[in-house]
C-alpha cells in the first residue's frame, strides 16, 4: 500500500505570450524539437502544449525542471526578423514589373520568408516588407529600371500638329503603310 500511495508527479503550467511567429506553427516547431531530444534520451514526451490562437499565447504543461529549458527555447524561436516597410514611387516603370525582377533576384525560398509587397498600379506605388539589406537592392534597382528612355533609343517620335487633326494625320499613315 505504501508503494502505490505515493504523490504524484510534480506538474509545472506556464502561459507564454508569442509575439512575432503564428501561435500554432510555433507550437508545432516546438513539440517536433522536444520530441526529438526525448527520442535521443529514450524518454516519452511528458509535456503538453496547447495553442491559443485567439490571443497567441501558448500553454505550456511539464515537468518543473524542464519548463525553463522549454521558455529559453520558445524565446530562441520566437524572433523578430526586422522587417521594414517601405513604398516606392515610380515614374516609368510598373510596380508589378519592379516587383518581379526583385522576387527573382531575391529568390523563391527567401521571398517567401523576408518579401511581401503589394503593388498599386493606379498611382504607381510598390509597397514592399523586407528586411533592410533587400530594401536596399531593391533602391538600387530601381534607381537602374525606372528611367526614362533617352529619345534617341525610342523609335517613337512625337510631333506637334499645327494645322491638321491628330486623328486624321493618323488614319492616312496608317493607310499608306497598309
Avoid: C, W
Amino acid at each position: 500500500l505504501a508503494l502505490a500511495d505515493q504523490p504524484g508527479r510534480a506538474v509545472s503550467t506556464r502561459l507564454i505570450a508569442i509575439e512575432n511567429l503564428a501561435v500554432k506553427d510555433l507550437s508545432e516547431q516546438l513539440k517536433a524539437m522536444l520530441s526529438a531530444k526525448n527520442k535521443v534520451r529514450g524518454q516519452a514526451d511528458q509535456l503538453e502544449l496547447v495553442a491559443n490562437p485567439r490571443t497567441n499565447q501558448l500553454f505550456v504543461v511539464s515537468l518543473p525542471d524542464e519548463l525553463s529549458e522549454i521558455e529559453q527555447m520558445v524565446a530562441s524561436l520566437d524572433v523578430s526578423l526586422g522587417l521594414v516597410t517601405e513604398v516606392y514611387r515610380l515614374l516609368v516603370v510598373t510596380p508589378d514589373h519592379v516587383d518581379e525582377v526583385m522576387r527573382e533576384l531575391v529568390g523563391e525560398e527567401k521571398a517567401s520568408r523576408l518579401y511581401k509587397s503589394v503593388a498599386d498600379e493606379d498611382t504607381n506605388l510598390l509597397a514592399v516588407t523586407t528586411t533592410s539589406e533587400i530594401h536596399k537592392q531593391l533602391q538600387s534597382l530601381i534607381e537602374t529600371m525606372d528611367k526614362p528612355v533617352p529619345e534617341t533609343s525610342s523609335p517613337i517620335r512625337f510631333y506637334k500638329l499645327q494645322n491638321a487633326n491628330a486623328s486624321d494625320v493618323a488614319d492616312t499613315l496608317n493607310g499608306i503603310a497598309g
